[in-house]
């Protein structure tokens, strides 16, 4: 989303066994729908909605914003569910792996994207945004030996072209969103280790705790940044009315709201991380209708092929077989979804999955 709190284009590699999932589409109720489509359409607006106010805000102020005002969303949300007490026991449990996951792994490649967002436009972000499923892949093959399939291979690629296609032409004198497309590369490169080094404390967290700390402690550590910063607060107090509404938007509805109605959208036991993942792939299609409605963004022969080639590389990764033959594992892609599940969560989908 985020995306956001949680960005719902990031995608991790796990270990399963060799049963096949089943491309069939499952009869989901018709809320379900509701629940994902709404979060689709918040999760489409992050971008163009961003830089409606960047500047005047820069990376550090807005950010200080959004994270303030998810933390007092999440208050109110943990204290209206009784979840203080299951959030200190994970603070005691791994305060250090909750501040390295919210700060290093969550803030610092949202700076870089904030950095990036002036400097580029909605259509190109929203895209690019898209290269964390290929960077996700290879650094799991060097980190974790995680060898992809053939089948991955092909889409990493078809994924890295249409990157390449949308930031041409290569040439910083002729292209102005070329600086600001390379900055949102390098965020999606650093938030690609999100997943992989913080796998195992997102499955044993609380979704709603995990999104609390990933609010709270970069709210925290902003505080002396802004203050210390000339002009920040006085930038963030003449913020004019619209400006108000923009990040209230982005903190609240997309940061908060849209991720809890994904969550919502899990309790139906037709809905998989697979079909989530395939139907937020429309979420970067809102993000360049948006971009276009708004700021008039010529949606020029570049930009065509080469969303056409990202979106279409997520959606294969969904529905293209990718078990590994091998003697005793094979390796899938799951979105990170199933990382936020709790332990009733994940063994219902095991069951669902295995029949």
């Not at 290569?170 to 390379?182: A, E, I, M, Q, W």
């Not at 949102?184 to 650093?190: H, I, P, Q, S």
């Not at 000339?230 to 938007?249: D, K, M, N, R, Y």
């Not at 937020?280 to 080639?309: E, K, N, Y």
Request: proline share 6%; net charge positive; charged share 15%.
């Amino acid at each position: 989303m985020r995306r956001r709190v949680i960005n719902l284009a990031q995608f991790t590699m796990v270990q399963k066994g060799s049963h096949h999932s089943s491309c069939k589409m499952p009869r989901l109720k018709p809320r379900t729908y509701a629940f994902v489509f709404v979060a689709i359409f918040l999760f489409s607006t992050i971008f163009v909605f961003s830089k409606k106010i960047i500047p005047p805000l820069n990376s550090f102020s807005y950010l200080f914003i959004r994270s303030m005002l998810g933390t007092i969303a999440f208050t109110i949300l943990l204290a209206s569910m009784r979840l203080y007490p299951t959030f200190m026991a994970a603070l005691r449990k791994g305060w250090k792996q909750l501040i390295l996951f919210a700060l290093a792994m969550h803030l610092f490649p949202l700076v870089l994207v904030f950095i990036a967002t002036p400097m580029t436009t909605a259509t190109d972000l929203t895209i690019i945004n898209n290269l964390n499923l290929s960077f996700v892949i290879l650094l799991n093959w060097v980190i974790q030996k995680k060898k992809p399939t053939l089948a991955l291979v092909g889409i990493v690629s078809i994924n890295f072209a249409g990157a390449i296609v949308i930031m041409m032409p290569l040439d910083f004198s002729t292209n102005p969103n070329l600086v600001g497309d390379l900055v949102m590369l390098l965020a999606v490169f650093f938030g690609a280790f999100f997943p992989i080094f913080n796998k195992k404390l997102a499955q044993d967290a609380n979704p709603f705790v995990l999104a609390y700390a990933i609010n709270l402690f970069p709210f925290l550590a902003l505080i002396p940044i802004n203050l210390a910063w000339p002009g920040q607060i006085g930038t963030i107090t003449a913020l004019q009315p619209l400006g108000w509404f923009f990040i209230t938007w982005i903190g609240v509805g997309v940061s908060a709201f849209a991720y809890s109605l994904g969550n919502l959208a899990y309790k139906d036991e037709g809905m998989t991380p697979e079909l989530y993942s395939i139907l937020t792939t429309l979420i970067p299609v809102g993000g360049i209708i948006w971009d276009v409605a708004l700021f008039g963004t010529a949606m020029t022969i570049f930009r065509i092929m080469g969303a056409a080639l990202v979106i279409g590389s997520v959606i294969l990764a969904q529905v293209v077989e990718t078990h590994v033959k091998t003697k005793e594992k094979a390796t899938v892609i799951d979105p990170p979804s199933l990382l936020f599940f709790n332990d009733d969560e994940k063994e219902n989908y095991k069951k669902r999955e295995t029949g």
